[in-house]
Nanobody
Framework: QVHLVESGGGMVQAGGSLRISCAAS????????MGWFGQAHGKLREFVAA????????YYANSVKGRFTISKDNAKNTVYLQMISLHPEDTAFYYC?????????????????WGQGTQVTVSS
């Protein structure tokens, strides 16, 4: 059982930066794929970024490439999403996800464990 808790969300102006965190407990995430998904109001949950524990690759949605960076601190059992040059369209509830099977990573169904999410609001 992996318990995930997101933090760091808030309101920021367009062009600003924010870092959100996902603290894991219950299991060590060094052998888990970790992902971030965003869900805007009235829309489906969408892939934002992921890091796979096999091969260590990081993957991003096209809309955030070059602006968002996912990183994992195994010593702190925490995953981060650094967001820069934020757009109002980035406004969403951001969820952290984890899965022990390293494979597909860009669909919500690819992840078994989920956090409660943190709201990120970007004002224009």
């Amino acid at each position: 059982q992996v318990h995930l808790v997101e933090s760091g969300g808030g309101m920021v102006q367009a062009g600003g930066s924010l870092r959100i965190s996902c603290a894991a407990s219950g299991r060590h995430i060094s052998r888990y794929d970790m992902g971030w998904f965003g869900q805007a109001h009235g829309k489906l949950r969408e892939f934002v970024a992921a890091t796979r524990w096999t091969g260590g690759g990081n993957y991003y949605a096209n809309s955030v490439k070059g602006r968002f960076t996912i990183s994992k601190d195994n010593a702190k059992n925490t995953v981060y999403l650094q967001m820069i040059s934020l757009h109002p369209e980035d406004t969403a509830f951001y969820y952290c996800a984890a899965d022990p099977d390293s494979g597909y990573y860009n669909r919500p169904s690819d992840f078994f464990y989920w956090g409660q999410g943190t709201q990120v609001t970007v004002s224009s």
